[in-house]
């Protein structure tokens, strides 16, 4: 069986535009639990779908522990469309001190592999910004009962942000190659 191979570029320009229209979404007062059930509901259903076929295709079981583990994700993406499953808030915002604790992570990682190398590095100091906005935003979420009434319009304009990043991510990528 063949896999199947996306380009980089195509990736980061869907994923881009998916953050970049979540974060329009937020910012315009769509509710966010109910189009964070939708969404989450309708990903984990496919990807549910992705590992069972993917098995049956390999000719394995579906009573495997692959399968089961779809078999989860199908019963969880069903409950969240038909019955807001999850209070998601609190979740997306444990998400995004994560997600910014990694950015971090990764740009100290990178602008001491560069100075390291003696090159500089624009895309380290990108992630570092956006890194640290990002867990600041976090956090005040999290610990100030206030920021979180204006959650949907930070949410969102993080994910625009990222949005932003992988963009000018895709921009160098394509400066170094020329």
Same mark, same amino acid.
């Given at each position: 069986?063949?896999?199947?191979?996306? +380009?980089?570029?195509?990736?980061?320009?869907?994923?881009?535009?998916?953050? &970049?229209?979540?974060?329009?979404?937020?910012?315009?007062?769509?509710?966010?639990?109910?189009?964070?059930?939708?969404? &989450? !509901?309708? *990903? $984990?259903?496919?990807? /549910?779908?992705?590992?069972?076929?993917?098995? @049956?295709? /390999? !000719?394995?079981?579906? @009573?495997?522990?692959? !399968?089961?583990?779809?078999?989860?994700?199908? /019963?969880?993406?069903? %409950?969240?469309?038909? !019955?807001?499953?999850?209070?998601?808030? +609190?979740?997306?915002?444990? =998400? $995004?001190?994560?997600?910014?604790?990694? $950015?971090?992570?990764?740009?100290?990682?990178? $602008?001491?592999?560069?100075? #390291?190398?003696?090159?500089?590095? /624009?895309?380290?100091?990108?992630? %570092?910004? *956006?890194?640290?906005?990002?867990?600041? &935003?976090?956090?005040?979420? #999290? =610990?100030?009962?206030?920021?979180?009434?204006?959650?949907?319009?930070?949410?969102?304009?993080?994910?625009?942000?990222?949005?932003?990043?992988?963009?000018?991510?895709?921009?160098?990528?394509?400066?170094?190659?020329?």
């Amino acid at each position: 069986m063949k896999a199947i191979v996306i +380009p980089t570029k195509a990736s980061l320009i869907v994923e881009a535009v998916l953050f &970049l229209v979540v974060g329009i979404l937020l910012c315009c007062s769509v509710s966010l639990d109910s189009l964070m059930n939708l969404i &989450l !509901g309708i *990903v $984990l259903l496919v990807v /549910a779908t992705i590992m069972l076929v993917s098995r @049956l295709v /390999a !000719g394995y079981s579906l @009573l495997s522990g692959t !399968g089961i583990l779809a078999a989860f994700y199908g /019963a969880i993406g069903i %409950l969240c469309l038909i !019955g807001g499953f999850i209070q998601i808030t +609190p979740v997306l915002i444990m =998400f $995004l001190i994560v997600i910014s604790s990694f $950015l971090l992570v990764d740009s100290f990682v990178r $602008l001491f592999r560069v100075h #390291w190398r003696g090159k500089n590095s /624009a895309l380290g100091y990108s992630e %570092l910004v *956006v890194g640290a906005a990002g867990l600041t &935003l976090g956090l005040c979420l #999290w =610990f100030i009962d206030s920021f979180r009434s204006a959650c949907n319009i930070v949410l969102g304009i993080i994910f625009i942000l990222v949005a932003v990043v992988i963009l000018f991510d895709l921009i160098l990528m394509n400066k170094k190659r020329a």
